[in-house]
């Protein structure tokens, strides 16, 4: 069984897609818990709603303890997908994992509306601004640079004439929901049980030839 953690910072409706699917699509894959660095954040609830243990931690913790890194040994994870996260992972985790193994969602396409500040309505906003006719989402590895990781997958969606940043934002929702759940799955099938916080070590990426 692979086991994922989820990191979020917000509402948390990706979170809960993830979640649903997985209720239904176990196989080889479980969502072993839900870290968040603000302890008012919706996705806690949502969490909770599903039996799913959450853990909060704040910026200290993350960036000048082992405090999360110790949170992803107690539940032996192989495998991280950042679902509305708003920080960047530190060295001690990105290098606990092979690149393969962390995944991120954003909402445009890369590599175009990425790196620090693009999130949310700032993306679309930018999209609009620049009279773009397309837009959508993207799901790829990460690194320890904002939205520089290698691409899995991209999915596109037209920006209309009439489209305000919260009309695109609802249609890239869409997206988010319906395709990072099925895009984890694809990655996780692949996955050994393998993982520094299992206390396995890593025996290589099955992505070398990328």
């Not at 603000?38 to 853990?55: G, N, S």
């Not at 920080?87 to 092979?98: Q, S």
């Not at 695109?168 to 929901?177: F, K, M, S, V």
């Not at 319906?178 to 996780?188: D, G, T, V």
Request: net charge negative; aromatic share 10%.
């Amino acid at each position: 069984m692979i086991h994922w953690a989820i990191f979020a910072s917000g509402n948390g409706t990706n979170a809960e897609a993830i979640i649903k699917y997985f209720e239904t699509n176990l196989g080889s894959t479980q969502i072993k818990v839900v870290l968040c660095n603000k302890p008012d954040a919706y996705v806690l609830e949502r969490a909770k709603k599903y039996d799913i243990p959450t853990e909060v931690f704040s910026k200290d913790d993350l960036y000048n303890t082992e405090n999360v890194y110790n949170i992803l040994k107690k539940y032996e994870i192989h495998a991280i997908a950042l679902a509305g996260f708003n920080l960047l992972l530190p060295e001690n985790i990105v290098k606990a994992l092979p690149d393969y193994r962390i995944l991120n969602l954003h909402p445009a396409l890369l590599p175009k509306y990425g790196g620090k500040g693009m999130y949310g309505n700032n993306v679309h906003e930018a999209v609009l601004a620049n009279k773009e006719e397309e837009s959508g989402i993207t799901v790829h590895y990460v690194n320890e640079k904002y939205d520089e990781g290698l691409i899995i997958e991209q999915v596109k969606c037209e920006v209309k004439k009439d489209d305000t940043p919260q009309t695109l934002a609802q249609r890239i929702h869409e997206l988010e929901h319906l395709n990072y759940p099925r895009i984890i799955h694809k990655e996780s099938k692949q996955m050994a049980l393998s993982s520094v916080f299992s206390g396995i070590d890593p025996v290589g990426s099955p992505y070398n030839d990328r």
